[in-house]
């Protein structure tokens, strides 16, 4: 009998001994989840980060507009042709000076060795003839004396791009000429000085 209950005791406390450990090991797990949801032990707390919503404002502020486009500008007179700019000159010298038979044509001499221009021309010999022309570059002008209307020369006016030209020597001889030849293109203006108050003027392009 003694030996029998020395072996239900080992059994029992074998048995409790089993039931102890069982129970640590379930506290042991249920303290380990509670660790896990315990956010003051740092276990448990979502690493990933909260989604925040961006307060900065990636819009650029508005500002102002650039203006790309250019500012009206002018009309650009280059696409004339040279010819245009010296008949205007030409144009406008004979015109403000209320020049003796100019009709507002400038006669075409191109292909010309030699032009003659009657100094001493029209009704009362107050007029060159033609008082307005065009020559190409390598042309001479002869201004010929006609005797009429006194005493005449013939002097570089305005705005002429040339400038040793004529003869200031007054002349009233029927048949006096001065002759010049020019190589350079431009405008030529001139007056009589004796006349200029009766518009005696005159012009030339060389082209």
Do not use: K
Not at 160 to 177: A, L, R, S, W, Y
């Amino acid at each position: 009998m003694r030996e029998l209950s020395r072996r239900h005791f080992v059994t029992i406390g074998a048995l409790a001994t089993a039931t102890g450990l069982a129970g640590c090991t379930e506290d042991d797990e249920i303290d380990d989840e509670e660790l896990e949801d315990d956010p003051e032990n740092g276990v448990g707390v979502d690493d990933e980060p909260a989604d925040e919503e961006d307060d900065v404002d990636d819009e650029p502020d508005d500002e102002e507009e650039v203006d790309d486009e250019p500012d009206d500008e002018e009309e650009d007179d280059t696409d004339e042709e040279p010819g245009d700019d010296a008949e205007e000159r030409v144009d406008s010298y004979l015109t403000e000076n209320d020049a003796q038979q100019y009709d507002g044509t400038i006669e075409d001499h191109t292909d010309e060795d030699e032009v003659v221009i009657a100094n001493g021309a029209g009704d009362e010999g107050f007029a060159f003839d033609p008082v307005a022309l065009r020559i190409d570059t390598g042309t001479t002008i002869v201004w010929e004396w006609t005797g009429e209307g006194g005493s005449h020369n013939v002097v570089p006016d305005g705005d002429t791009d040339f400038d040793d030209f004529g003869d200031d020597e007054i002349v009233d001889e029927e048949g006096h000429t001065v002759e010049d030849t020019f190589d350079e293109e431009g405008v030529g203006l001139y007056v009589c000085e004796p006349h200029a108050g009766v518009g005696m003027y005159g012009a030339f392009i060389v082209e």
